[in-house]
């Protein structure tokens, strides 16, 4: 009997590492965190916004990138869509905090809540997370 646990330890292991059939293990204590509610500042600037309204849907997960050599604000955090395209900012009355904790290696994110167009400001109202992993 005790062969044929010596001939099979770590096999189970080895098997999910290698072959694992698409089985994922949980990543333990990983959370996204509820931070703060805001919204999207500098739609108006942005070049064919009122074309991308219509593609963003409420629960959206928008990504943040820190832009700390941005020449209005060294507390900068861009906002873009998963598929890359810029809709704007975190506004700046909001970014202080969440800018020290990107700088600190954090991931951040946010989802949108509603959007609305109002005259040529199409506004975004977000929820910003902390991903804790």
């Known amino acids: 009997m005790s062969d044929l646990i010596k001939a099979d330890q770590g096999a ?10 698409g089985l994922t293990l949980p990543t333990p204590f990983e959370q996204d965190i509820y931070l703060f509610d805001t919204y999207v500042a ?4 942005i070049e064919g916004i009122e074309d991308m ?3 963003l849907k409420e629960e959206d997960r928008l990504v943040f990138y820190r832009e700390p050599d941005n020449p209005y604000d060294p507390q900068a955090i861009r906002i873009e869509t998963l598929e890359g395209k810029k809709i704007g900012y975190v ?14 290696g954090k991931v951040l994110f946010a989802k949108i ?21």
């Open 113 to 133: 809540m509603e959007k609305e167009m109002k005259g040529e400001w199409l506004k975004i109202t977000i929820k910003i997370f902390l991903h804790e992993s």
């Open 42 to 45: 500098g739609t108006t600037h």
């Open 12 to 21: 189970l292991i080895h098997y999910l590492a290698n072959n694992g059939g």
């Open 53 to 55: 309204a219509d593609s």
């Open 91 to 104: 506004p700046k009355q909001d970014n202080v905090i969440f800018s020290r904790l990107m700088d600190a």
